[in-house]
């Protein structure tokens, strides 16, 4: 299934819209979805290190604006937000 | 009482020191204090000529709106008035990108209320800032992660 992916802060780069879709299998976790996003730097940007070190600091949220943990299974089409380190103010 | 929101720096409306005024104005305070975050020229030895921020905004609010009730607990000050408002999208310097507005009855309140919420808004909110430098370079800054 089809699952959309929004980009904020660093992860902007990553594209020019802003989100990422991603197919994924039902039951997958956001650990798998955080491999496919490393999966999809290494196809596209030469395996950007600094985009890669991105990913794995980041925290992923649900529609909902709750931080799911990378056990969180995907049992049906729906859309995340990846949550690069912060820093505001 | 609390306001919250999120200025769009590419819109009419501004972050002002005045709509804080207006709402923290009541004759019940007696102390009122303003934080105001702003844009400076050099980071890290960087000539910086702004900054671009982006924010995930329900997130953004709900931090905000959660920080705000917790001051109860956390540092037992029951009556008070609280303005939040951040900026999103390009901030040239000395322009301002937050205005945090506290009001309480005393001034040892208003301290310690205004220098919790910002602590906490850098530590909790989903904001980033994109500094520009310049030499024309551009660069997201690192930040705390909340991948527990």
Same mark, same amino acid.
Request: charged content about 30%.
């Given at each position: 299934?089809?699952?959309?992916?929004?980009?904020?802060?660093?992860?902007?780069?990553?594209? $020019?819209?802003?989100?990422?879709?991603?197919?994924?299998?039902?039951?997958?976790?956001?650990?798998?979805?955080?491999?496919?996003?490393?999966?999809?730097?290494?196809?596209?940007?030469?395996? $950007?290190?600094?985009?890669?070190?991105?990913?794995?600091? =980041?925290?992923?949220?649900?529609?909902?604006?709750?931080?799911? =943990?990378?056990?969180?299974?995907?049992?049906?089409?729906?859309?995340?937000?990846?949550?690069?380190?912060?820093?505001?103010? | 009482?609390?306001?919250?929101?999120?200025?769009?720096?590419?819109?009419?409306?501004?972050?002002?020191?005045?709509?804080?005024?207006?709402?923290?104005?009541? %004759?019940? &305070?007696?102390?009122?204090?303003? &934080?105001?975050?702003?844009?400076?020229?050099?980071?890290?030895?960087?000539?910086?000529?702004?900054?671009?921020?982006?924010?995930?905004?329900?997130?953004?609010?709900? %931090? &905000? #709106?959660?920080?705000?009730?917790?001051?109860?607990?956390?540092?037992?000050?029951? #009556?008070?008035?609280?303005?939040? #408002?951040?900026?999103?999208?390009?901030? %040239?310097?000395?322009?301002?990108?937050?205005?945090?507005?506290?009001?309480?009855?005393?001034?040892?309140?208003? &301290?310690?209320?205004?220098?919790?919420?910002?602590?906490?808004?850098?530590?909790?909110?989903?904001?980033?800032?994109?500094?520009?430098?310049?030499? #024309?370079?551009?660069?997201?800054?690192?930040?705390? %992660?909340?991948?527990?």
């Amino acid at each position: 299934m089809k699952i959309s992916v929004e980009l904020f802060g660093a992860a902007r780069e990553f594209s $020019n819209k802003s989100h990422i879709d991603f197919e994924v299998i039902e039951n997958s976790s956001i650990k798998d979805l955080r491999n496919q996003m490393i999966d999809f730097v290494d196809l596209n940007f030469k395996g $950007n290190e600094t985009f890669k070190r991105i990913i794995k600091s =980041s925290a992923f949220c649900s529609s909902d604006d709750k931080i799911v =943990s990378d056990n969180y299974k995907i049992v049906k089409k729906q859309n995340f937000s990846i949550i690069p380190p912060i820093g505001g103010g | 009482m609390l306001h919250t929101k999120i200025i769009d720096a590419s819109k009419v409306e501004k972050i002002e020191i005045s709509k804080a005024e207006n709402f923290l104005n009541q %004759s019940k &305070f007696g102390a009122v204090i303003y &934080f105001v975050g702003t844009v400076r020229d050099l980071n890290e030895n960087k000539k910086v000529t702004g900054i671009t921020y982006d924010a995930k905004e329900s997130m953004v609010i709900k %931090s &905000f #709106e959660e920080i705000y009730e917790e001051v109860d607990k956390k540092l037992n000050i029951k #009556e008070k008035a609280v303005f939040i #408002e951040h900026v999103k999208g390009y901030v %040239s310097l000395k322009e301002k990108s937050i205005i945090i507005g506290v009001a309480c009855k005393h001034r040892d309140q208003a &301290f310690a209320l205004s220098r919790y919420i910002i602590e906490e808004i850098k530590k909790r909110s989903p904001i980033w800032k994109k500094e520009h430098y310049k030499n #024309e370079d551009s660069e997201w800054l690192k930040g705390i %992660s909340l991948n527990n």
